[in-house]
């Protein structure tokens, strides 16, 4: 949780990733680093969790950011809003 108890950035992105798990996959434990190809995100699902995480964080990720890499995990994705924020 961040602070005030709201939920901090990576929560949110849990909760996006989360969302968009099958079924089984949503039921096991998801951990930051954990591959989300593995655990059941196919390639199209990575374009709707580009667009989602844009929507919940209100940046726009730049064409040179949209890379595997930085959608491979929740900790990617969070170390990516955090480059996109306004300090």
Do not use: C
Request: glycine content about 8%; overall charge negative.
């Amino acid at each position: 949780m961040g602070e005030g108890g709201l939920p901090g950035p990576e929560d949110r992105i849990f909760g996006i990733v989360r969302q968009m798990l099958p079924a089984a996959a949503a039921a096991s434990r998801l951990g930051p680093d954990q591959s989300l190809l593995d655990i059941g995100l196919k390639s199209l699902d990575m374009v709707t969790l580009m667009l989602a995480v844009e929507a919940e964080f209100e940046v726009e990720i730049p064409q040179n950011k949209m890379t595997p890499a930085n959608f491979q995990s929740v900790a990617a994705i969070h170390a990516l809003v955090a480059s996109l924020s306004p300090a």
